[in-house]
């Protein structure tokens, strides 16, 4: 009997020993399951710190532009800062400075953080492209009187300096510097700074505005602040010296002008105008506007005279009338038309008869047309035209010439009079009273104009940036 109790005593204590094996097991598992996970939280808080270290080298920088805005011309990287916190440092972050490309505004700027919180360095890095906030904020901008009849659409802000009538549908604000004004295409009493002949017809001052969200989506405002042309145009004169140094010049062509083409390979074609297509005989200038003409190349009626790249500081200066086209990729260029000594009789002007394209519409392209006349789309324009450009007229205005319609079979200006659509991708800045359509239906029949947003930070060299500082255009992190 006395041996078999001692039999039981053993086989009790097995289950026991298994128990508590199964514990350290468990026990074992857990220990190394919190030392992960301590792990990982440690890993995590370390990216965290890293990150945040890189985000103190955006704002290092930044105080460094906000006294000195050409810092990265004087010391341009990179840049090592050791990153300090109650004394202790904690890590340190790296700069790479990439100036502004030619013709542009914009600095991207690259800044890794690295922690010390491991025993290993962790590193995170953000890319951040700085800009200041410029004049070239609006889809269209002019100096007098403007009128937009039913058939533009207009995305993006909109501002004159006299009165507007508006007559479409503008997506973007709708401002005036005036609180009322004559308009000229009718007599009667004064009209809104910002008014719509739409149905129901805007009352006449002092009748409380009304909202008009059918026509304009975005609100009107009137009146603003006049915006300063003269701080919107760099002087023509400095212009072409830039040209001269740097840049392309092109000298008078003693014909009709010049025909630039632009080519995706950063390359553009030029050619020597010749020979202008005639008008009909019935065709005249009724309206007696300046410079009325054609302004299309007759077939054979130009002159190839080489290719040339892109200049280095994106600047063509060409002191006769010029006419664009092509399209280009991941380029910048501005292409001014002006003659010295300057007089209105000979302003020079620059006519788009055919598509001016981008590749990319991400801030990469970027073609400024700039006449010290009028900008043009001549008689054999495009039927659908696409522009995209800012356009910029320093005395002129930015529009078409009026061609008489065919009011008597002898008496017209036909076939060309009637257009489908012209697209604007940009910006237009019309010293003079804008327009590409009239109120007998000649022009173009649907005009749309499309604000490009890259302008606000990133506008043409000839943009004069508003009084500020830089702010942050773009952020991501790069892995």
Known sequence: MKNITNCKKGFLLWPVMVAVFIAVLLLGGLSIWL???????????????????????IDYYLWRLSGSPEDYLTNPGPIHQEFMDDGIEKGFFNLEIIPPSSGSSAIKLRSQGVSYLREREVKRTIEVVFGVPSLAR??????STMRFYEGAEIFGPIHSNDGIRFDGIAHGLVSSAVANYSDPDHGGGKEFGVHTHVYPVDPLPPAEVPLRPDVFKAGRQFPVPAVDFSDIISDMAIMKTKAQNGGHYIDSSGESGYRIFLKEDNSYDLFKVTNLTSLPSQCNNNRGQSGWGSWSIAPGGEEFLDNFSLPDNSLIFVEDDVWVEGKIDKARITIVAGRFPEAPAKWA??????????????????ISLIAQGNINTGWESADNLRIDAVLVSQNGRVGQYYFKPPSQAAVYCGPHHIKDKILIYGMVISKDRYGFSYTDGTGYQIREIHYDN?????????????????????WREVK
Do not use: K, M
């Open 138 to 143: 609006y889809a269209v901008l002019s100096d």
């Open 454 to 474: 890259n302008l606000f930070y990133n506008p043409p060299s000839f943009l004069i940036p508003s009084d500020g500082y830089y702010g942050i255009i773009s």
């Open 349 to 366: 002007q620059i006519t788009v008869n055919n598509n001016l394209l981008y590749t990319n519409y991400d801030g990469q392209d970027l």
């Open 35 to 57: 030392a992960g996970d301590i792990n990982l939280t440690n890993r995590a808080i370390a990216r965290e710190e890293a990150l945040r270290i890189a985000e103190a080298g």
